[in-house]
């Protein structure tokens, strides 16, 4: 065998042109010596007989002459018809290797080699079209089923790298298309990408309030083994067991300090009223006491009545509804400060006015109880702002103050839970309700910046 310049045995995978080999000749030159070694018995038979027949040497070569330009020419034309096919099936199956399917060889028919052939590599073309046009149909299937997906999908290489995510990941994690190529080093894709597969993760998102079961699988990519990552939003369905979870709770609770307040209101409204003026209480203690217990049994009652409303919301009894006209007369119920509204455009729901009118009113009351208690601490004025405009198929609310902001987003929807003094940990959760209810969402964040306080979002449909 023979070696290269450098005394190496050459590659396995060295490509060597076509007709370039050191070692044979290309196909023509060699199908042209074939033909002319045929034609010497042709040429040693025509001396023969010209000189059987007494030919003189002009003759003769004459004779030759004539016998080598038939032969030639009809090499040449031989050569034709074995080149031309060849040369058309050679660039069908270049244009094959380059995934172009257009071209196809003539002339194919069966009971012939180069026909065979030809057929042969015809059917290898339509087969490899009809796979490359399954293929594009299937990630242009692939493309829209990613892109219409409300779960955020991530695909991980070996090193970490973000390769892939859908249009759902791109709104749930603030990503784009940049990010793609580029190592997981934010912490909430460094949590997706170090999650187990069944695990619970919340606060990974721009939505703290969201939580995600995650999903691991793998695939592979060119023969390179990936992470599949896909998230699913159980918010909802946790947020109802937990309600059903507090439901019965309050059931058990309410029946059973029912029981022990009513009595003790009772007995105390029984005591300050016969024995109050019979007792030596020159200070009033006994009587003030005994009108602190009937106070407070009365206030423990009235708080376990508004978690009974709470529990018992009744369905959104829809009706259209004038948007507009609507968060100008909840705005002017807020008395304490004025709330500045700003509009887009009109725009009719067909909701539950009362029920909307509600959730706005709580959430309008805590950013005025925010803004109140912290901007004149900084030297400013209390301010609430309710904003409204169309955003695709929904109309987003939008309530901004400038108070102290939210200390602990965990949680904000969770019933009994308040950092107010005085308050009862149910206006957020009763807000979250009612637009659930109306297939919307309600969502808190931090102002960012310099910008101190908070906004709440409210999302409802236009159709649910």
Not at 203 to 230: D, E, I, M, N, Y
Request: glycine fraction near 8%; proline fraction near 4%.
């Amino acid at each position: 065998m023979d070696s290269n310049n450098d005394g190496q045995m050459p590659s396995s995978r060295t490509r060597l042109p076509l007709g370039k080999s050191p070692r044979r000749r290309s196909f023509e030159n060699r199908m042209r010596a074939s033909l002319f070694l045929l034609s010497l018995p042709a040429l040693a038979l025509c001396i023969l007989v010209g000189r059987d027949l007494g030919l003189q040497w002009l003759g003769l070569s004459v004779a030759i002459t004539l016998v080598v330009i038939f032969w030639w020419l009809a090499v040449l034309f031989l050569m034709d018809q074995i080149k031309l096919p060849l040369q058309t099936l050679a660039n069908v199956v270049a244009a094959l290797r380059e995934e172009d399917y257009s071209f196809r060889a003539r002339g194919g028919r069966r009971d012939d080699a180069l026909g065979d052939l030809a057929l042969e590599v015809n059917a290898l073309a339509n087969q490899l079209q009809g796979q490359k046009t399954s293929v594009l149909e299937t990630m242009a299937l692939l493309e829209i089923v990613m892109g219409t997906m409300q779960s955020p999908v991530f695909a991980f290489d070996p090193a970490g790298d973000l390769k892939l995510l859908n249009a759902a990941a791109e709104s749930a994690f603030g990503l784009d298309s940049s990010s793609l190529g580029k190592p997981a080093v934010s912490p909430a894709l460094g949590k997706i990408l170090q999650a187990n597969d069944g695990e619970l993760l919340s606060s990974v998102a721009t939505q703290p309030q969201t939580r995600w079961v995650v999903k691991r699988s793998h695939f592979r990519l060119r023969g390179v083994p990936h992470t599949l990552v896909v998230l699913s939003d159980v918010s909802a369905a946790l947020r109802d067991e937990e309600r059903l979870a507090w439901e019965r709770l309050i059931r058990v609770l309410g029946h059973e300090i029912n029981n022990s307040l009513t009595p003790i209101k009772s007995i105390a409204g029984t005591l300050r009223s016969h024995y109050a003026s019979k007792v030596d209480d020159p200070d009033g203690d006994f009587s003030r006491g005994l009108e602190v217990i009937e106070d407070r049994a009365e206030s423990l009652n009235r708080f376990l009545q508004a978690y009974r409303e709470l529990m018992g919301l009744p369905a959104p009894r829809r009706a259209e509804t004038d948007l507009a006209l609507l968060l100008q007369r909840v705005a002017l119920l807020e008395r304490r400060l004025e709330v500045s509204t700003h509009a887009s455009e009109g725009v009719f729901l067909l909701i539950d006015a009362d029920q909307i009118e509600q959730a706005l009113i709580n959430l309008i009351r805590n950013a005025a109880d925010s803004a109140l208690g912290a901007a004149p601490a900084r030297g400013e004025a209390p301010r609430v702002e309710l904003a409204w405009q169309r955003d695709a198929d929904e109309v987003l609310l939008t309530i901004t103050d400038n108070g102290s902001g939210i200390a602990n987003t965990t949680n904000l929807f969770v019933p009994f839970y308040t950092t107010k003094p005085n308050g009862s940990g149910i206006g957020l959760v009763l807000a979250q309700q009612i637009a659930e209810a109306h297939g919307g969402t309600v969502r808190l964040t931090n102002l960012e910046g310099e910008q101190k306080g908070c906004r709440a979002e409210v999302r409802l449909p236009f159709a649910s």
